[in-house]
Nanobody
């Protein structure tokens, strides 16, 4: 059974930082490409950052230079370090398994809320 458990969300002031964590189980983690997505109220879910099984990363233009995705293949964890947060970063953030090897899969976590407000 695939399980993805996000944590680390919360309320932060503009300019602040948060670190999101995603614990994965039930998959061959070292073979997985992982992603962080977000969905703000009234908006479509969007990719924030992705990381391949070999550690290649990609980012949405809106977060480049501020967010960093990383993974720990021993602990089966994916992280999203978010710095210089802006009110427009407010959203529910979701961890997803994008691919296992060459196979696209639809495994999502339950999400964690990030609110950036003064």
């Amino acid at each position: 059974q695939v399980q993805l458990a996000e944590s680390g969300g919360g309320l932060v002031q503009p300019g602040g930082s948060l670190r999101l964590s995603c614990a994965a189980s039930g998959i061959p983690f070292s073979m997985s490409a992982m992603g962080w997505y977000r969905q703000a109220p009234g908006k479509q879910r969007e990719l924030v950052a992705g990381i391949t099984s070999t550690g290649i990363t990609n980012y949405a233009e809106s977060v480049k230079g501020r967010f960093t995705i990383s993974r720990d293949n021993v602990k089966h964890m994916v992280y999203l370090q978010m710095n210089s947060l802006k009110p427009e970063d407010t959203a529910a953030y979701y961890c997803k398994v994008d691919r296992l090897g060459a196979i696209t899969v639809p495994y999502w976590g339950q999400g964690t809320q990030v609110t950036v407000s003064s």
